[in-house]
Nanobody, 116 residues
Framework: QVQLVESGGGLVQAGGSLRLSCAAS????????MGWYRQAPGKQRELVAVITSGDTTNYADSVKGRFTISRDNAKNTVYLQMNILKPEDTAAYYC??????????WGKGTLVTVSS
């Protein structure tokens, strides 16, 4: 079993910052890609940022230059530093890890609310 625990969500004013964390535990031996996705009310879940085991990153156009994804392999943790937050960033943020053998795991989500 693999468990993902997200933290760091909350309420912030527009222009502010938050840092999300997602710690993986359990039967983990080889995490390939770690990433963050978000889902706003009434919308589909969308990719925010991903980072590979080789530290290659990819971002949604809407967050480029404002968000930074990073990972600590020793702690099996992925982070998302979110700066210059906008009301349209309001969503539930989900962590996902993809194992080297092709299985994906999702966290339960953490809510980010940006007030204008």
């Amino acid at each position: 079993q693999v468990q993902l625990v997200e933290s760091g969500g909350g309420l912030v004013q527009a222009g502010g910052s938050l840092r999300l964390s997602c710690a993986a535990s359990g039967s983990i031996s080889s995490i390939n890609v770690m990433g963050w996705y978000r889902q706003a009310p009434g919308k589909q879940r969308e990719l925010v940022a991903v980072i590979t085991s080789g530290d290659t990153t990819n971002y949604a156009d809407s967050v480029k230059g404002r968000f930074t994804i990073s990972r600590d392999n020793a702690k099996n943790t992925v982070y998302l530093q979110m700066n210059i937050l906008k009301p349209e960033d309001t969503a539930a943020y989900y962590c996902k890890i993809s194992m080297s053998w092709g299985v994906d795991y999702w966290g339960k989500g953490t809510l980010v609310t940006v007030s204008s």
